[in-house]
């Protein structure tokens, strides 16, 4: 505890010793020393054709948005363990790299892939092994209660076998969501439901992966964010735990119609925080790699801003990674009772 004597404003003893004691705490300084800095990730069953992302490091003073710090003269490859193809510079987009458009190789569930990023004698390499395929379902669950009634959630069907990749980018495309089968899951409001991320969810999930997997990710994307669909919600737990409502420029209310989650759970609660928006939406739940859970797990009581995350990059800093997602559609609906 510090006292402070009010009658000289001055601190007293304890509280000198403590600032005393502060001042001379050992402190780990460490060179700076500039490396290459790269960011990729492979989606199984995908074209390789994700972008990635090449500069060099920053120090601490340094602007991100730097254009000099962007590398735009990298060679960039890829080897599958049986070919190598080349990602070519993006033009006008420094430190950005794509699958050249002659490769289109497709990112196998299960196969280790090796990325090499070579600079004027300056290489890194990175792995990632592509998790393999997942068992996705919706169960309903009866552990909630409401004012101490019991409250069953219901399972919902997901569909995926219902429709074509090619058919459902094609209804968000146009906007012509009649074409897909999805089920309809109420956004209700009030004490039980719309409070804290531990309120009643409209659904539940589960998935099972057949090896090992890392971090689970799930993000909703909103396929219909007009204001008209936004859900309009100023209380104080929607500030806490949303962030406080967005104004355009005649006035309307809205959120960001997207959001992301990282869990390491096998069963999965959407609640109302991955909804801002009535109207269809796109849920994507994807498993990732044992690098990106490492990379993005932090350490509770040793990471900081200025500490690097454990990143996979040899030679360098940044993250090689990679997933297998599963997509389905669902329909948000308001609460007409």
């Known amino acids: 505890m510090i006292f402070k004597d009010r009658s000289r404003g001055k601190y007293s003893l304890p509280a000198a010793l403590a600032l005393a004691v502060a001042c001379n705490l050992p402190v780990e300084e460490s060179a700076y020393d500039e490396k290459l800095v790269v960011f990729g990730h492979l989606v199984a069953n995908g074209q390789a054709a994700d972008t990635i992302f090449v500069s060099r490091s920053f120090e601490i003073d340094e602007s991100h ?73 919706s169960t309903s669950s009866s552990d909630w209660l409401c004012e101490e009634a019991p409250v069953l959630v219901d399972s919902i069907a997901l569909y995926e076998d219902e429709y074509s990749e090619t058919a459902w980018r094609w209804a968000v495309a146009s906007g012509d969501f009649s074409v897909l089968k999805m089920d309809t899951v109420i956004y209700r409001e009030g004490p039980c439901y719309t409070t804290s991320f531990a309120s009643i969810p409209l659904f539940v999930l589960q998935w099972e992966a057949f090896e090992p997997a890392g971090i689970v990710r799930v993000s ?3 396929l219909d964010e007009t204001v008209a669909r936004a859900i309009v919600d100023s209380s104080l737990a929607a500030r806490i735990f949303k962030g406080h409502m967005l104004v355009d420029e005649e006035g309307n209310y809205f959120r960001p119609g997207s959001f992301v989650w990282n869990s390491s759970m096998d069963i999965l609660h959407l609640t109302w925080l991955y909804f801002n928006y009535y109207g269809p939406h796109l849920i994507t739940v994807e498993v990732t790699d044992s690098h990106f ?17 454990n990143g996979n990059i040899v030679g360098g800093y940044g993250l090689f990674s990679s997933s297998n997602a599963r997509s389905f559609f669902v329909h948000v609906a308001p609460d007409s009772s």
Do not use: C, H
């Not at 990379?295 to 690097?308: D, E, L, P």
């Open 65 to 137: 948005e730097d254009q000099g710090k962007w590398v735009t003269d990298a060679t960039v490859t890829i080897f599958d363990g049986d070919a190598t193809f080349t990602l070519a510079p993006v033009a006008g987009r420094p430190g950005r790299y794509l699958e050249q458009a002659t490769s289109r190789q497709v990112i196998l569930p299960g196969r280790t892939y090796r990325l090499d990023v070579v600079l004027d004698g300056d290489s890194v390499t990175a792995f990632t092994t592509v998790p393999d395929s997942f068992a996705l379902s």
């Open 220 to 222: 909703t994307l909103a």
């Open 293 to 309: 859970n490492e990379y993005f797990k932090g350490q509770a009581f040793r990471q900081n801003s200025f500490n690097m995350p």
